[in-house]
């Protein structure tokens, strides 16, 4: 821990001093609006375009399947686009980015499993979406544990009692999947811990910078009473 780091719990990396808490959160929260936007944005146009997926493999299943996609889909995120404009939600972004990437996870293991042999493409396509999610939402660690355990959870349940592939590439997937998902978590523990090192050290520097345009104004207006 940085010497000029507040006090952090030691789990929650939250500081023990609640107003800087507050603070960090307000930014934070500000910081993370327009990736959270446009990170949902290109989610939807990117399940949207599995649409054109659906009519080349599976065109039996195009109308339904397309439909659900639109209402699954478009309506939930949809909403999350929708709270971003919203100032009561101000402060649950970390918790809608975390619903929104494991929604995406979740729904992924459904899509992918329509399609001939899609149990092969579940794996790549949940770790994709664990590493964009992270990355433009830029989820805080604890929220992301939660989305990425929720989805890789349901993983495992869909390799041991709906997918037809062999034990040893259900071992191999399960192990894969868990890897993915420790080093996501452990990676989003660091960054939160060095955003948080961050503010930390902008905030101490523009006070600092204050402070010294306070002093150069009070020197200035001293020469210039001399002078007079």
Known sequence: M????????????????????????QAYDESIKLPLRYGIIISILSWFSGITLIYFVIPDKLVWLSLLMVVYIGSFFGFIVYTTYKKRFKGY???????????????AVYFCDQFPDG??????????????????????????????????SLYHIYLVAYSDL???QVILY??????????????????????????????????QNAIIEDEKVMLLKEVHHSLL
């Not at 507040?6 to 023990?16: G, S, V, W």
């Not at 890897?179 to 660091?190: C, D, E, H, K, S």
Request: glycine share 8%; with cysteine.
């Open 174 to 207: 399960a192990f894969v999947g868990w890897i993915t998902m420790v080093f996501t978590v452990l990676a989003g523990r660091v960054t939160e811990n060095n955003n948080r090192t961050a503010y930390i050290q902008n905030k101490t520097i523009t006070e």
């Open 2 to 25: 940085d010497k000029g780091l507040p006090i952090q719990h030691n789990f929650t990396l939250a500081f023990k001093d609640n107003v800087i808490e507050r603070e960090f959160l």
């Open 119 to 152: 149990a092969v493409f579940i794996l790549p396509v949940l770790i994709f979406i664990i590493f964009f999610g992270s990355y433009m939402v830029r989820l805080r660690w604890m929220a992301g544990c939660v989305a990425a355990i929720s989805y890789i």
């Open 166 to 168: 062999p034990a040893g």
């Open 93 to 107: 972004y970390h918790l809608i980015g975390a619903l929104s990437n494991a929604w995406a996870g979740l729904f």
